[in-house]
């Protein structure tokens, strides 16, 4: 177990929130993390993945009336992993909070971040107790399933029922922002780290505004990503389904065979021979589509091209 590090006594905490057409969320975020923090020294980092509403305009009124506001904006919608990333490149605090932009992570659960952050541990999840209503619900059970079943498939175990709401300390931060991968999974990456962590449990809310980014197709490439980043089992299993099928084909074989050694063949079989190349074509591309994942993943690693194109900084320093 490594040792907790001392906290200052006067620390500077980000709070990073990936924002896209948040418009009529970012107010009330605003005016509830300054009221949940009091006399925290703090900077707010909006990072706009690509809006297309008010919200760069919303966050640049409240940046002329707040210092401590700043934002970044990307050219175009690049995700939110890749919002979560450029945030925690810029954020300059000691505890680089993250949290969602629509109000369903309640900033006044920021205090008890921080204070199990200071009692010493370097990573602090904020896990959902229940997920409410029943849209919701759905998610969160999906959301079980898939974790339940990344954890047995990835050496290191998620974290259940904890999403994008966490506190970072800064020897965190530092090293996950030397990864240079193209796929960031941050869910994945922070326990696979194994800085020490602490949970703290809260209570949903409902959206404040506007409706969910976080739709199934989002939610199935987030997953992917997971999935391939993490773990090589998906191609050990094609290696054993091509094992048992190639036994079977034997198998098959030797008992055609044999039936047509004893006269016992009185039909042609093409119900049977259809059968067997439906199964093994299909077997065959399955097999090819997860090699594709992969070769396509080392492919855009290769390319190394930028997670993300930043088209604005504002209360913020280019590197």
Known sequence: ???????????????VVPVLDEQDCVDELVRRVTAALGGTRFELLFVDDGSRDQTAARVAALRAADTRIKAIGFTRRFGHQAALTAGLRFARGDAVITMDGDLQHPPELLPELIAAWR?????????????GETSRAWKARSARWFYAFWSRMSPTPGVAEAADFRLLDRRVVTVLNGFEEQFMFVRGLVPWLAFRDARIEYQPEGRFAGRSKYRLRPMLRLALDGIFSFSMVPLRVISLIGALTAALGIVYGVFALVALALGRVEASGWTSLVVLILVFGGVQLLSLGVVSEYVGRTYEEVKRRPRYVIERLEGIEWP
């Open 1 to 15: 177990m490594q040792a907790a590090q001392p906290r200052p006594e006067q620390p500077l905490v980000s709070i």
């Open 119 to 131: 009692a010493g541990a370097d990573v602090v999840h904020a896990v959902r107790r229940d997920a």
